[in-house]
């Protein structure tokens, strides 16, 4: 039983690329399916290219948890200050390690000079951000592969 005091974080390589696909289609198909649908989960847990996946996390910082040397999740922040993935992979879910992962955006923003940061919350992890200070911006919809997914748009400003 992991907790978060055996959690560490490191940034990505690009070795890490399959390792984040795996803790994305498995966050998506086993923890957010309880707030979607299966069409949408279908629509949204795709990895169409993994090479254009691989180029996306190089493309940008991303951090990965590690349990036992085993990735557990990872999170990532643009140049702009949106905090675009952030996934846990299912076994590891309510540990800390979302907690963990947002430290070190919230600290790579900071040092990047960003008052805030934001994102695109799912239905499963609005109620994360909130507890985290973020506040919603408003309510949307985005459409993948011919589904309409909800979410919303949120932010968390830096004192």
């Not at 996946?53 to 999740?73: F, N, Y």
């Not at 947002?102 to 609005?126: D, K, N, P």
């Amino acid at each position: 039983m992991s907790s978060q005091h055996d959690i560490g974080i490191r940034e990505y390589s690009p070795a890490d690329a399959g390792a984040t696909i795996d803790i994305f289609l498995r966050a998506i198909r086993e923890i957010a399916s309880k707030d979607y649908n299966p069409a949408q989960i279908d629509a949204w847990a795709k990895v169409d290219d993994a090479g254009v996946w691989a180029e996306w996390r190089a493309s940008r910082p991303t951090w990965l948890a590690i349990h036992d040397t085993q990735p557990v999740g990872f999170a990532d922040l643009k140049a702009d200050g949106c905090l675009d993935m952030m996934f846990v992979h299912p076994d590891h879910q309510g540990k800390g390690v979302a907690s963990l992962l947002l430290e070190a955006v919230e600290a790579a923003a900071r040092g990047q000079g960003h008052r805030r940061i934001f994102t695109e919350a799912s239905l499963t992890a609005r109620p994360f951000f909130e507890r985290k200070g973020f506040i919603v911006l408003a309510a949307q919809t985005v459409e993948k592969r011919g589904q309409t997914l909800p979410n919303f748009r949120m932010e968390k400003s830096f004192v």
